[in-house]
């Protein structure tokens, strides 16, 4: 029998804006159906990633700029309400953003707040900037695992020899499901803790699919 002591926690950083950090969330939603394994979740932040960058399209620079909403009322809901907020706080966000294509203003986090079973005053925080110096700690444990030229999601496990082994990705879709998802992470785990091992890639032919 597996107990919650005996599961390998996987430390997944995420931001809510992102469509492929989304399809991999669900995916670790999967595994942990089928592997003893539990999600912890932190937040990280395209906006903070990318605040200095100048060689943005115009289109994605108004993306994130808009993308500090949201992860600040991450982090106002994990102070006031304990990390265990994360996760359901993540998904109402994502699936509205992703699933139901809503846009990322006021209301649609105050929907996502009130589903998760959180005061709707806590969208307040999307305009202020009292979070965003543990927004910014937060992001910088997660990108200092694996470097400023990645984006979301990170996820960081304990590594075969000890230590711990931390990896931007997987990014697929659609988010794989069963059997198929339990072999990803199994073959992601067994990569990510080759020593010296860096990188597999090939070019995106499909957007995300949230199937």
């Excluded at 595994?31 to 990280?44: A, G, I, K, N």
């Excluded at 649609?108 to 927004?135: F, H, K, N, R």
Aim: proline residues 7%; charged residues 25%; contains cysteine.
């Amino acid at each position: 029998m597996t107990t919650a002591d005996s599961k390998k926690i996987a430390d997944f950083w995420f931001d809510p804006t992102c469509p492929w950090a989304w399809m991999t969330s669900r995916w670790m939603l999967e595994v942990e159906q089928l592997r003893p394994v539990q999600t912890r979740w932190h937040v990280m932040s395209l906006s903070v990633l990318n605040e200095h960058r100048e060689d943005l399209p115009q289109q994605y620079k108004d993306f994130v700029a808009k993308g500090w909403g949201p992860v600040r009322v991450l982090i106002a809901a994990a102070q006031a309400h304990g990390d265990k907020v994360l996760g359901p706080l993540y998904t109402e966000l994502g699936t509205r953003f992703h699933n139901q294509k809503l846009p990322n203003e006021r209301a649609t986090i105050e929907a996502a707040l009130v589903a998760a079973g959180l005061p709707v005053e806590l969208a307040d925080a999307a305009d202020s900037t009292e979070y965003d110096e543990a927004l910014r700690a937060s992001h910088a444990e997660g990108i200092g695992l694996v470097g400023e030229d990645v984006g979301t999601p990170v996820i960081a496990v304990d590594g075969p020899e000890g230590g711990r082994v931390a990896f931007f990705g997987p990014v697929v879709t659609p988010t794989p499901r069963g059997e198929a998802a339990a072999r990803l992470w199994d073959g992601t785990l067994l990569v990510a803790g080759t020593p010296g091992f860096y990188e597999i890639k090939r070019t995106r032919t499909a957007g995300p699919s949230f199937e």
